[in-house]
């Protein structure tokens, strides 16, 4: 099966898409706040909480592709790479504290307590609006994926990749858009029926998707921030620097991890020829890295072993 694309340096530490989708979520935060404020609706309330704490999250994805962006210096001679990382973390913890478990708990005070709803002709037209703005800025993060998945299927891309904030933006966009779909149909039932439970129940629906997705993103940033492998071209990239040099006779043993988007550290063990003295072992490492760092420009770092067993 095909590997994922190596991404472009532009869409790693490019943040068009997420001061998109901080523009598109504060225009909706606020249509949404107007909405929930004139019906009462529980559900629309529960959306705008969901907006508003998307803003933040966006806000926090800013901070983390700033800090990440920092130079290596002595007191982190390995760069600012994972703080990306740690923050795409933290939006995943607030996505499943301030926007799933609070909609969950509006969801049940509302099948407890429920309340009629009023002018859902207003409430209705500003979740249309939001599904269009959400869907727009949805479809251009699955546009970008695309353009940088390659042959690889995209469930499975979002698996592999190592843009979290690309991902992180992904996954609270669809569940935007799932989450207006299901406000929606909710609250046409309530009208519908008369029976404002089932906008209670479209409450509890969006609180269980942004529990699953901010699940799903905490798993794989976590996995992440611990020091994942870096991806499987890096190893193949080693092995074909080693094949350039009649003087490197194999690889022994390849360490890659995964410091930050587009920044890996490369550990490995290499059996050279017997014959050679100490500058010979010098310049034959040299040149290894060379070559190494021509063909996987995301090798920040590279530390070269020569040795004859594993």
Request: net charge negative; charged share 15%.
């Amino acid at each position: 099966m095909s590997e994922p694309s190596k991404p472009t340096a532009d869409a790693t530490h490019g943040t068009g898409h997420i001061v998109q989708s901080l523009v598109v979520n504060l225009a909706i935060a606020l249509s949404k706040l107007v909405g929930a404020v004139v019906s009462g609706s529980g559900a629309m309330l529960a959306e705008t909480l969901h907006s508003f704490a998307d803003c933040g999250n966006q806000a926090l994805l800013l901070l983390g592709v700033q800090r990440a962006a920092k130079p290596p210096d002595a007191s982190h001679p390995l760069g600012y790479g994972a703080a990306l990382y740690f923050w795409s973390f933290m939006v995943a913890l607030l996505l499943f504290l301030g926007g799933g478990l609070f909609s969950i708990y509006e969801g049940v005070h509302k099948l407890h307590h429920p309340e009629p709803i009023e002018d859902a002709r207003l409430a209705l037209g500003i979740l249309v609006f939001s599904i269009g703005l959400e869907g727009w800025s949805c479809w251009s993060n699955v546009r970008q994926l695309n353009a940088q998945r390659g042959n690889t299927p995209f469930w499975r891309y979002l698996r592999l990749t190592k843009d979290s904030d690309l991902i992180v933006v992904f996954g609270e966009n669809s569940a935007a858009v799932l989450g207006l779909c299901i406000a929606a149909v909710s609250l046409q039932l309530a009208v519908a029926t008369g029976d404002p439970r089932f906008d209670a129940l479209g409450s509890l629906g969006i609180g269980l998707v942004l529990v699953v997705v901010a699940v799903f993103l905490a798993v794989e940033v976590k996995s992440l921030l611990m020091g994942e492998r870096a991806g499987p071209e890096v190893e193949a990239a080693v092995a074909r620097a080693a094949a350039g040099d009649p003087q490197v006779l194999r690889v022994l043993r390849v360490i890659s991890v995964q410091k930050g988007p587009n920044e890996v550290l490369v550990a490995c063990k290499l059996q050279l020829a017997p014959a050679l003295d100490t500058a010979g072992v010098v310049a034959t490492i040299n040149a290894f890295e060379t070559r190494l760092h021509a063909l996987c420009p995301e090798v920040r770092w590279s530390f070269v072993e020569p040795d004859d067993r594993e």
